[in-house]
């Protein structure tokens, strides 16, 4: 056989790597171009390409599936993508957990955990982000007794820049733990991790219309209501739709068609926004003709927890994202509502439409 030292040099060149790789992140709105790109399948070759990266004192990042809206990921360094360490390493049906390399994306558990009878607590709205990016990010679901997918990680197996891996949880490295929830990467390589799930369940959501006034004036009985709310705002009008989700044991019932949903709510919405962005006066109209054509109708759903979690993104868009004491939801609300309004802002929707979220 071959060294170790042998060993980790072959395994370091059967690394794809590549020069002059352009990184673009799911929106296109960011990317660039980093000195060296790589994509490791085993821990052993993420630690040669550290150490590679300190011979030639060269930053390095880490990158998931590129859904950040910003440019967290950018870097003209080394890029480490994490696609190939996506193996589900281990289910306990009994205590209810998955543990999965940090590459694994929320729509592969989706598909693995449902039949082991599985599913995961809460989750945001988009499924099409690797599991260890969604813990560094802070990526959460709504629901006021629901944290974020922070909350329900047990353990992570973490790579520091020295080349050491260190387990981490509430008992065990609990500084570095919770550091690295949320931590933008700061910490060190999130390896692979372990979740605390739940008995695979389904989800009745409720979605309706309303209007800004009157949601954001009893807005505290709307979140209690139920065990997952979150609402959306159309700019431009006083038009808002909400949801209302909670667990039940009723049978699997959908709503909708793909007529109204893509031919209508999809292709033709974006020929309009294409339109608008030669006519940006267009931009209200859209809004209201929209919402009045699609969303004013009440509808009732019943699904696998996952698929009612999940909010379709259409097409590509610019994003943004901030975090607010509850409390002052209104405030800032009516605030940016008055704000595009006297800009004239041609703010669109979904994707600058305010969708908001409720969690601890």
């Not at 490791?40 to 590679?52: D, G, H, N, V, Y």
């Not at 190939?84 to 994306?105: C, H, P, Q, W, Y």
């Not at 962005?277 to 929209?290: E, G, Q, V």
Request: charged share 20%; glycine share 6%.
């Amino acid at each position: 056989g071959h060294t170790r030292l042998e060993w980790c040099v072959i395994s370091f060149h059967s690394v794809l790597k590549m020069e002059g790789k352009q990184f673009s992140n799911w929106a296109k709105t960011y990317s660039c171009r980093p000195y060296l790109y790589f994509e490791p399948a085993r821990t052993e070759q993420i630690i040669e390409i550290l150490s590679k990266a300190k011979r030639e004192k060269r930053h390095v990042r880490v990158v998931g599936l590129g859904h950040s809206p910003s440019d967290l990921a950018c870097t003209d360094d080394f890029m480490i993508s994490l696609r190939k360490m996506n193996r589900i390493l281990a289910i306990d049906t009994k205590r209810s957990t998955v543990k999965v390399e940090a590459g694994v994306s929320l729509t592969q558990l989706n598909s693995t955990l449902p039949s082991h009878g599985l599913g995961i607590s809460n989750q945001g709205s988009v499924s099409d982000i690797t599991v260890a990016g969604a813990i560094a990010t802070g990526t959460h679901g709504t629901g006021v007794a629901f944290g974020t997918i922070c909350s329900q990680v047990l353990h992570v197996s973490l790579l520091l820049a020295s080349g050491e891996v260190i387990q981490c949880s509430e008992e065990e490295n609990s500084d570095a733990f919770h550091a690295t929830m949320c931590g933008l990467g700061a910490t060190g390589i999130i390896l692979a991790i372990t979740l605390q799930c739940e008995p695979a369940f389904k989800l009745h959501q409720r979605q309706h219309s309303s209007t800004l006034r009157a949601i954001l004036d009893d807005l505290d009985s709307h979140i209690h209501s139920c065990e997952h709310f979150r609402f959306c705002w159309f700019p431009h009008t006083e038009n808002v739709l909400y949801w209302k989700n909670s667990r039940t044991a009723k049978p699997t019932a959908k709503s909708g068609s793909w007529f109204w949903n893509y031919a209508i709510g999809y292709y033709s919405l974006e020929f309009a926004y294409w339109l608008s962005s030669f006519f940006p006066s267009l931009m209200p109209t859209i809004a209201k003709t929209y919402f009045n054509v699609l969303y004013e109708k009440p509808q009732e759903t019943i699904d696998r927890s996952d698929k009612v979690f999940g909010f379709e993104c259409l097409f590509k868009q610019y994003v943004m994202e901030w975090a607010i004491p509850r409390d002052e939801t209104a405030s800032v609300l009516l605030q940016l509502q008055k704000w595009i309004t006297e800009n004239k802002f041609p703010a669109h929707f979904p994707g600058n439409s305010c969708l908001l979220h409720f969690c601890v």
